[in-house]
């Protein structure tokens, strides 16, 4: 094997998570595990004890009201202001504070939300039944003028909400009732009313928007929205806490707890630590090496949920060797995924040959979920094969640069054995180890991606449809790090934007899906579901993806 270096696991353009580890642990632990992953070595026991794992809709409902939790968080975040919020840090934290026009629930379907009803009376036309009877956490009344204020703000150039592009076909949003609110856009678009579920859908006081300014989200001042919690403290570095809403107007998802404590945990081991002593009660994104630790303690258990995310490793440079799709696809066919399932998330996860999961494709017809399958093209681990095929597009020894960050074993494990992929077929892989902070940058920056020819993210889908995911590589779109383009692919992906028949919206996008498999702008690696650690003391939280826009923590209580 290759040296090494560590790695960091990232996240939806960016969302980025910091878990630290040792580098000289993690890189020591990467060259253990992927040897044996690849060499045939005596079997993992702990990562064969982790991969017996099942998927849990629902954990032991709540037997009472508990006073306080507290939750580990890797991650503080800069700030809860929604129209920046698309990390897990924020979002998990602001998913019981404020609430969207819509709700994603946890089995990845949408229901009402802060709009008890709505309709679509032409194709550019989308009208909200504002809900009555709902009061922000200073007591004020939920009006129209409230939701066009807020999803105003995602228009508005000058607020830079990471959400614009969600609103990109948005004409006007307007009040065309006490409480109702009119969205017009200039072209249909079939996934305009399912963002409202998530981020781009969340609803503020449009007088506490007026009053904060540019205040608002950030520490001292917070958020004033119409949650099951309400914004109480935030101590930098340290904390941030929520206490009950008791004029809350869902009854169902009345808080069971008094109060939620996050903590910001950003080293991996200590946050392990903290739910096994008890320090802490729980936490969402367990560090996988510790999945047979804690699958097996007593101090609490481990669930896993629904998911939508897939472990890829985005194409940044298509003018060097990884220009030629056949070079994409030799290097994904040498790459050990098993292996890395298996030494990297203690194989709890899927090999995948496709940039999304199979839960977004709930809503198709039987039929296109039969040709999913049949076209989507497979690319087995044939290091052979591969190489013949690198070698028939004239890979001879050219240098790829491969970015990571020193933050997980995980994220080490699954860079080791791309340089690996990248040996076996002719490259000359060099690791790039980059600090947190500038790796991040990776996403946000093209500047910094000068020089990069493949980086990792963990891409999740806010919405259960694969066109969250293939919109992210149209010509153009800010998330098409390696400036790909396909006419064939655009098309698809705008055939399904304006599609709103379920058939032919998912043939659309089954169209895209089998260009993007088949060109592999970025590789993807594997599916993994959402992990979740509650300590013996508290129960109730139903392990989802959705946890990002779904009130979780009120519905954890106490353990019977």
């Known amino acids: ?208 928007l007026a009053k904060s300014g540019k205040d608002y989200g950030n520490p001292q001042t917070g958020v004033n929205c119409t949650g099951p919690f309400s914004f109480a403290s935030w101590t930098s570095g340290q904390s941030l806490t929520l206490k009950r809403f008791d004029g809350y107007w869902n009854q169902e998802l009345k808080a069971k707890s008094g109060e939620v404590k996050f903590v910001f945990l950003a080293d991996a081991t200590t946050r392990v630590n903290a739910f096994q002593s008890g320090e802490v009660d729980g936490g969402w994104m367990v560090p996988p090496n510790a999945y047979a630790q804690l699958g097996s303690t007593q101090a609490g258990k481990l669930y896993f949920g629904r998911n939508t995310t897939v472990a890829d490793e985005v194409v940044a440079n298509l003018k060097g060797p990884l220009g030629n799709p056949k070079v994409r696809q030799a290097l994904l066919m040498a790459t050990d995924r098993k292996g890395i399932v298996k030494a990297g998330a203690a194989g709890v996860g899927e090999v995948s040959d496709s940039l999304v999961t199979d839960n977004l494709w709930a809503d198709a017809p039987p039929a296109t979920r039969e040709a999913l399958v049949k076209d989507l093209p497979k690319y087995p681990y044939d290091p ?33 054995a791309i340089a690996q992929a990248a040996t076996a077929i002719g490259l000359k892989p060099r690791i790039d180890s980059l600090s947190a902070e500038k790796y991040t940058t990776l996403f946000t920056d093209p500047a910094a991606r000068e020089g990069i020819d493949l980086f990792l993210t963990f891409w999740y889908t806010s919405i259960t449809d694969p066109l969250d995911m293939f919109a992210s590589l149209e010509t153009g779109a800010f998330s098409n790090y390696g400036n790909w383009s396909d006419p064939a692919f655009d098309a698809a992906v705008e055939k399904a934007v304006g599609a709103h028949d379920p058939a032919e919206h998912a043939a659309a996008n089954a169209e895209a899906q089998k260009i993007a498999s088949r060109e592999l702008p970025w590789l993807p690696l594997y599916t993994l579901p959402v992990s979740v650690f509650m300590g013996k003391k508290i129960t109730g939280v139903q392990p989802s993806i959705a946890y990002l826009y779904h009130p979780w923590a009120a519905e954890i209580g106490a353990r019977g």
């Open 384 to 416: 052979a094969k591969a190489k013949a095929l690198a070698a028939e597009a004239g890979v001879n020894g050219q240098e790829i640069v491969i970015a990571t960050s020193p933050l997980d074993s995980q994220t080490t494990i699954i860079t080791q």
């Open 1 to 208: 094997m290759p040296s090494t270096r560590s790695g960091s696991p990232q996240y939806p353009g960016r969302r980025i998570r910091r878990i630290r580890n040792s580098a000289a642990a993690a890189f020591a632990a990467a060259a253990v595990l992927v040897t044996s992953a690849c060499g045939g070595a005596a079997p993992d026991k702990d990562a064969d004890r982790a991969a017996a794992y099942k998927i849990t809709d629902k954990t032991p409902a709540a037997a009472g009201n508990v006073d306080s939790f507290t939750w580990s968080v890797y991650a503080e975040p800069t700030t809860i202001d929604y129209a920046y919020s698309f990390d897990f840090p924020p979002n998990q934290i602001l998913a019981n504070v404020c609430e969207s026009l819509l709700r994603w629930n946890p089995d990845l379907t949408t229901s009402p939300g802060l709009a008890a009803s709505y309709a679509n009376p032409t194709p550019t036309t989308w009208v909200y039944q504002i809900r009555p009877g709902v009061h922000f956490h200073d007591g004020t009344v939920l009006t129209a003028a409230d939701v066009v204020a807020s999803l105003s703000r995602n228009l508005d150039p000058a607020t830079g909400s990471v959400w614009a592009n969600q609103y990109k076909n948005v004409k006007s949003i307007d009040k065309t009732g006490p409480m109702e609110v009119t969205v017009t856009l200039a072209k249909p678009d079939s996934t305009f009313n399912k963002y409202l579920a998530a981020g781009p859908g969340t609803v503020e006081s449009a007088a506490t």
